[in-house]
């Protein structure tokens, strides 16, 4: 997998419309929806609209969000960040190292490594069970210690 150059891609982005050539920088995004796209070993969870420009070409338009006030935003303690291969997943939870998820064991490869990270963030989340069921795979003494520091991961 080819590794993003940022300054390079911030060289070509239409400055006025903020956006990429598709058929040039394909390569270099994951389709997430059906035309939102993100970029690949990107660090920022940022977000691409397909769109036709006045040409007739199709173009990958930056879509940046307006900031939301801090009380609408929901944060989570959970974490999860790959390495420069993509081929492991270390978990976090308040920057703590928990689990790391081998692409090997679990599937996932360079193109599906951020959806991988996402559901499995988002789940932990949202999910009390799946929370239950991955300390439930610890090595006890991990357990003992992650439950001892953060005391809302003790399982039911």
């Known amino acids: 997998m080819e590794t993003t150059d940022f300054t390079k891609v911030a060289k070509v982005i239409d400055q006025d419309k903020k956006r ?3 058929d ?12 939102v796209f993100q970029l690949n070993s990107s660090p920022i969870e940022s977000y ?9 070409e199709e173009y990958l338009s ?7 006030t801090e009380d609408l935003q929901v944060k989570s303690s959970w974490e999860a960040l790959s390495d420069k291969e993509s081929k492991n997943i270390t978990l976090l939870y308040r920057g703590v190292p928990i689990k790391r998820f081998a692409s090997s064991e679990y599937g ?11 559901a499995l963030v988002n789940k932990l989340s949202v999910n009390k069970e799946f929370v239950d ?7 006890e003494e991990k357990r003992d210690a992650l439950t001892q520091a953060f005391p809302e991961l003790a399982t039911q």
């Open 133 to 139: 069921k991955l300390m439930k795979v610890l090595t």
């Open 62 to 68: 930056a879509n940046y969000e307006k900031e939301q």
């Open 20 to 22: 990429l050539p598709y």
């Open 24 to 35: 040039k920088y394909k390569h270099l995004f994951t389709k997430v929806a059906f035309d």
């Open 108 to 118: 996932f490869d360079n193109d599906d490594v951020n959806l991988f990270k996402n």
């Open 48 to 56: 691409w609209i397909l769109e036709k420009g006045e040409d007739g």
